[in-house]
């Protein structure tokens, strides 16, 4: 008969040692594989069985515990690998007043068509100042982690959560009751009392003091070497989810309460409430019990409770329209004003700051603050030297809302604002005039591109986050690339990041060469910079820095065009006045005359279009992407008209779009379907006369495979 593995007490020292090593750079191997390369050569349960099995001989031989034994995750990689969000991680829109969350709830009744009577039921919670992460789970077992980032990808630190698995409370493998697919989603956050002692250690050794407990956290989670991130006692919060191949509950407290069944910390201070006032109710309550409840929290979040509703009202830019954060009053500070300061932003606009002593406001030492612009600083009559009063409007961007007038100084003088641009060409500052032919608050130099101030900031939008997000490319490097000494080697516009290696490897001068770069940072920042030259159409369009074309406007413009080539022949047509290019884009909903004037100027210079076609030459500019899954309606366009009788006209714009299709505010030759109700008028007749398909609601409703609510 034959026998079973020997134990581990049975072995001899010398067998002991042997074999331990033999596990334990077998492990290390496998941790590197699987956490770092992604190239794991076994499966789950032999890794387990090694694991178990150096665990045991440990236990019978104590003097050979090693690092093997009880590391998580994989030796430093050196930096973070991105992880693509298989569902989008949004933000959340704000309130900041009872009243505000009262139309909130109103918001939400008007766009599902429900009466004041009618049943609605939310949720509220804590708001944790925290670190959103993002945990996947397949086959009920962890396979990776990865931070908000731009809500479209982040931060791989799978190997560092591994690492704190114990003090977060995140489980390691779901129960069977779980689904095969399960992304749960939450925040990673410090208690007060575990923050002030990581300060106290960090000041023993000589190391970073953090600001605050969110910070901390933050550069907690993102430690390069997963040891450090072992070191710091990390919590957790689930409170949401990503994709889910079957969801547990068919409300938000039910996803939760599944939540905490498979062994996720929740927030016990969720509560289910009926209307606004007993949501404000609650925000109340966890307003009085925020100095106690033992960590940082900045609101309470409020949520329609039942996930039907939610998919019905959808999303509007990057928030759900189903959820909003009812953030607490701004912490105020009074310090004083040593200086008001003129930046040049990407679009001309000069935007007065204000040079502080510098003065901690909820837990955050604060230097700088807006001044909006000059009608700002006539309104507070804000000069320098004076006291002022400063807040973080949403705990956030640091702002003067008062001046302590008993406390100016007698020399203290009016602020004039310049006429002349701080930059070298000196060019004239022009104040524009709004639609109705009003002046506008906005003060612009004129210089364009031709300004330095203006260059730089384009080059620092072009590659933020939510543009091309070239790591390495930082606001100190596009400054150092804008002025380098190696003329070789500067940056001056987009297309020039895309040529940097070819000119580095011929230019006598290396950037290895000059203090700040290493030989390996300007490979990995070669790398990053290699990794953009394929670009989503929507990304490409916001990150041109053309004026009103925000995220939103660029996701607009992207889907209704669908390739690079079909929107710049657009942008160039509207640039020459093509009356039909115009009236197409007029047509497209949300797009306004400001958005179509801003790409007429932009695409009617030459220096801008001259610039943009070097920088598409270096580019694979990705289609428009298109929803999840094909529809009927996908890539068609839609005119809603007349009064729609089963769902609010909001409610039909946002299916229509979640399903793929355009919505146009206009009737044209281009346009698919018109959705005509009662009392249809001129977008009837127009789409009669231009023999476009009409449709009742129901019929609508039958296409896109729904019925009436």
């Not at 008209?641 to 714009?653: C, N, P, V, Y």
């Not at 779009?657 to 109700?677: F, I, N, P, Q």
Request: glycine content about 6%; aromatic content about 8%.
């Amino acid at each position: 008969m034959a026998k079973g593995p020997i134990t581990a007490k049975d072995l001899l020292p010398m067998e002991a040692e042997i074999e331990h090593q033999h596990l334990a750079e077998e492990i290390e191997r496998h941790d590197r594989l699987y956490h770092a390369e992604d190239a794991p050569e076994i499966s789950d349960a032999e890794y387990d069985a090694l694991r178990a099995r150096l665990v045991e001989i440990e236990a019978a031989f104590p003097q050979l515990a090693s690092r093997a034994g009880t590391a998580v995750g994989s030796a430093p990689s050196g930096k973070f690998a991105k992880i693509r969000h298989r569902v989008p991680m949004l933000s959340l829109g704000n309130v900041f007043s009872t009243e505000e969350a009262g139309e909130f709830v109103a918001r939400v009744r008007r766009f599902l068509d429900y009466p004041v009577d009618k049943p609605l039921a939310f949720t509220a919670e804590p708001k944790i100042d925290g670190l959103s992460l993002s945990l996947r789970y397949e086959k009920r077992r962890l396979v990776s982690a990865a931070t908000r980032g731009d809500g479209a990808e982040g931060e791989d630190v799978t190997a560092n959560i591994r690492a704190v698995l114990a003090s977060t409370g995140i489980p390691e493998t779901l129960p069977a009751a779980a689904p095969d697919i399960a992304e749960i989603r939450g925040e990673i956050y410090l208690s007060h009392a575990d923050f002030q002692a990581i300060n106290a250690r960090q000041a023993e050794i000589g190391g970073k003091i953090f600001a605050n407990p969110r910070n901390a956290a933050a550069g907690s989670l993102r430690q390069i070497d997963p040891k450090v991130t072992a070191s710091r006692p990390l919590r957790f919060f689930a409170y949401a989810w990503g994709e889910m191949s079957s969801a547990p509950a068919n409300t938000q407290s039910g996803m939760v309460e599944a939540f905490a069944r498979w062994g996720f910390p929740v927030n016990p201070l969720m509560r289910l409430c009926a209307d606004a006032e007993a949501l404000v109710a609650h925000y109340r309550l966890i307003e009085r019990e925020r100095p106690v409840i033992g960590y940082d929290i900045d609101g309470v979040v409020y949520k329609v409770d039942d996930l039907e509703l939610q998919r019905r009202l959808g999303f509007v830019a990057r928030a759900p329209r189903w959820a909003v954060a009812h953030k607490f009053p701004a912490e105020k500070a009074v310090t004083r004003l040593n200086a008001i300061e003129i930046q040049v932003g990407r679009t001309g606009a000069l935007t007065p700051v204000a040079k502080l002593e510098p003065v901690n406001v909820g837990g955050v030492i604060v230097s700088n603050a807006t001044l909006h612009n000059a009608d700002e600083i006539a309104r507070l009559d804000a000069r320098v030297g004076d006291y002022v009063v400063i807040q973080r409007a949403g705990d956030v961007i640091p702002q003067v809302v008062e001046v302590v007038r008993e406390r100016r100084p007698p020399e203290a003088t009016a602020f004039e604002f310049p006429h002349i641009c701080p930059c070298a060409l000196k060019t004239p500052v022009i104040r524009e005039a709004t639609s109705a032919g009003v002046e506008g608050a906005v003060r612009r130099c004129s210089g364009e591109f031709a300004c330095p101030f203006q260059r730089v900031e384009h080059l620092r939008h072009f590659v933020s986050r939510r543009a091309f997000d070239i790591e390495g490319l930082g606001e100190k490097q596009i400054a150092f690339f804008y002025e380098c000494p190696v003329e070789a080697l500067r940056i001056r516009e987009p297309a020039d990041i895309f040529t940097l290696e070819a000119r580095n490897a011929a230019s006598f001068q290396k950037i290895e060469n000059f203090e700040g770069f290493g030989k390996q940072s300007v490979v990995n920042l070669f790398a990053a910079i290699a990794a953009r030259r394929e670009i989503s159409l929507e990304r490409f369009i916001f990150a041109l820095g053309i004026r009103h074309v925000g995220e939103t406007t660029a996701k607009l413009l992207a889907r209704h065009s669908g390739t690079w080539l079909d929107f710049e022949a657009a942008a160039r047509r509207v640039a020459l006045e093509d009356p039909e290019a115009i009236a197409e884009l007029q047509a497209i909903d949300q797009i306004g005359p400001s958005v179509i004037e801003a790409l007429a100027e932009f695409f009617g210079r030459v220096d801008a279009v001259s610039m943009v076609d070097r920088l598409a030459a270096e580019l694979v500019i990705l289609p428009a992407e298109k929803p999840r899954g094909e529809s009927p309606v996908t890539g068609k366009t839609v005119v809603f008209t007349g009064s729609l009788e089963m769902m609010t006209r909001d409610e039909a714009k946002a299916r229509a779009e979640s399903l793929g299709a355009k919505v146009a505010g206009s009737v044209s030759k281009k346009t698919d379907y018109v959705v005509a109700g009662p009392g249809a008028g001129s977008k009837l007749d127009k789409a009669t006369e231009l023999g476009v398909r009409v449709m009742t609601e129901a019929e609508w409703l039958a296409l896109i495979g729904e019925s009436a609510v």
